[in-house]
């Protein structure tokens, strides 16, 4: 797909400008071990990007298939953590980076773990953890899988797979001698067997970007609107791809991408930018490491260009306190913030208020009418502070009609104005003996 003509897809432009810029690279080789990868077309060059809102953007060849190889590891790894837990999959394999090529024997002289999960012999040792009743349903529950978080049915490459099976000497080698370690339960040759067959599952750059995106999106496929694994499962994977995706590249890929990534010996590569999308794409030729050559300078620079590193300092947005003063009568603090709170947002709300704080019975009005929503942490945060405030004695009056509880008496109201004049009321009340009608329990 070439740069739109018209329009505002400046999306679409970034895409079709990095891959007009890294596709005549012709650095790399494409992988031959596995010999049906070696018909590859060396030329192909796809890069597509899904929005956790489901918005798809492409540029090159994305509807071509190919085999997915290990890009399948994070997403089964996702698949035997929902089933199972982190503890129990732990047990069978490490999440530390191994620092060796994907092929490598990195088994813990102690436990006889593999490394992580990203490498071939923590991926078959997963891949066999996946709980099932006879290795055809275990590869049809992996399959069934895969196919959630692209959001469509995919299929084997028969012909790489026998290729993988005729080959692939080395990872029964790993299978036995995690056999032999007693990581791996079952039968080392049917372990291996049903890996092979995840490897070649064929899919489409498009496809890829959607399962990166449902992981983006905290386990939710955002163009199916399928739940595909519980949110916690979706940040362990990210955690995982992150450390160890890029085999030993990856130290050098998060000092300059900065996301979580994983790549394949057929040439893809999936990136995740959590909360914003999956990014795919798929070149056969291959750096030393392993990774695809033109995809990592492509995303190396649309990383940089869209500030897409995870160590990134967020773009700050509309400041959060919008009001923070003391009445002029000097009993009151008020302080109205606006937007979405998490935990910077609170924090910025409590150190407002800590400030303007006036001392006991000094009131306390938090105008919240224009703040759209809050996390759970800034919920917990704000209510731990008004519990604290009414403990202290002040008189607490919340506009707005946010979901709080606090304990102790407090009032709500929905008008700063009237707020303001309840509290002051109350603060004059409190000096005299009558009590103050306006007052509820929360
Ligand atoms: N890095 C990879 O994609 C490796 C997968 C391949 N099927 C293998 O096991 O050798």
Redesign the pocket.
């Given at each position: 797909m070439s740069s739109p003509r018209s329009g505002v897809d400046v999306v679409t432009e970034a895409l079709a400008e990095v891959h007009g810029r890294y596709g005549s690279l012709s650095d790399g080789r494409v992988a031959d071990y596995?010999p049906q990868l070696a018909f590859a077309d060396r030329d192909c060059f796809g890069l597509a990007l899904m929005s956790m809102d489901g918005h798809g953007y492409r540029a090159g060849r994305c509807g071509v298939s190919f085999t997915l190889?290990?890009l399948t590891k994070p997403f089964v790894l996702a698949l035997a953590l929902a089933e199972l837990g982190p503890d129990d999959v732990g047990r069978s394999v490490g999440a530390e980076p191994s620092g060796e090529a994907?092929?490598a024997i990195s088994l813990d002289a102690v436990t006889g773990r593999p490394a992580n999960p990203m490498i071939?012999a923590g991926a078959i040792a997963v891949t066999a953890l996946v709980p099932a009743t006879s290795p055809a349903e275990r590869f049809s529950r992996i399959l069934e899988c895969l196919g959630r978080f692209a959001g469509r049915t995919l299929y084997v490459d028969e012909d790489v797979y026998r290729s993988?099976v005729e080959t692939?000497h080395r990872?029964r080698a790993l299978a036995y001698l995690m056999r032999g370690t007693g990581v791996l339960r079952g039968d080392p040759v049917q372990a291996v067997d049903t890996y092979?067959r995840q490897?070649s599952v064929r899919a489409t750059v498009t496809d890829l970007a959607v399962m990166g995106a449902t992981l983006a999106n905290g386990g939710t496929n955002p163009v199916t609107g399928e739940r595909v694994v519980p949110e916690p499962v979706a940040l362990q994977v990210l955690s995982v791809m992150a450390m160890c995706g890029m085999y030993d590249a990856a130290g050098s890929w998060m000092l300059h991408v900065g996301l979580p990534a994983k790549s394949?010996?057929s040439g893809g590569l999936v990136a995740v930018s959590p909360a914003r999308f999956g990014i795919a794409l798929h070149s056969p030729l291959l750096d030393a490491a392993?990774n695809p050559v033109r995809g990592v300078a492509a995303l190396r620079e649309l990383s940089e260009r869209f500030g897409l590193h995870l160590m990134h300092n967020a773009a700050p947005g509309a400041p959060t306190v919008m009001l923070s003063t003391t009445t002029s009568s000097g009993r009151i603090a008020l302080i109205a913030a606006q937007g979405k709170l998490d935990f910077t947002a609170a924090e910025r709300v409590l150190f407002a208020l800590e400030r303007r704080r006036v001392g006991a019975p000094g009131g306390v009005v938090l105008d919240l009418e224009r703040v759209t929503g809050m996390d759970a942490t800034a919920k917990a945060m704000l209510e731990r502070a008004l519990t604290l405030l009414i403990e202290g004695g002040h008189d607490v009056t919340v506009v707005g009609d946010l979901p709080f509880r606090a304990r102790g008496t407090w009032r709500r109201s929905t008008d700063r104005a009237q707020a303001l004049a309840a509290a002051e009321h109350a603060l004059t009340a409190a000096r005299d003996p009558n009590p103050d009608p306006g007052r509820h329990a929360g």
């Open positions: 596995i190889q290990s994907f092929n071939n993988e692939g990872n092979f490897c394949g010996v392993g």
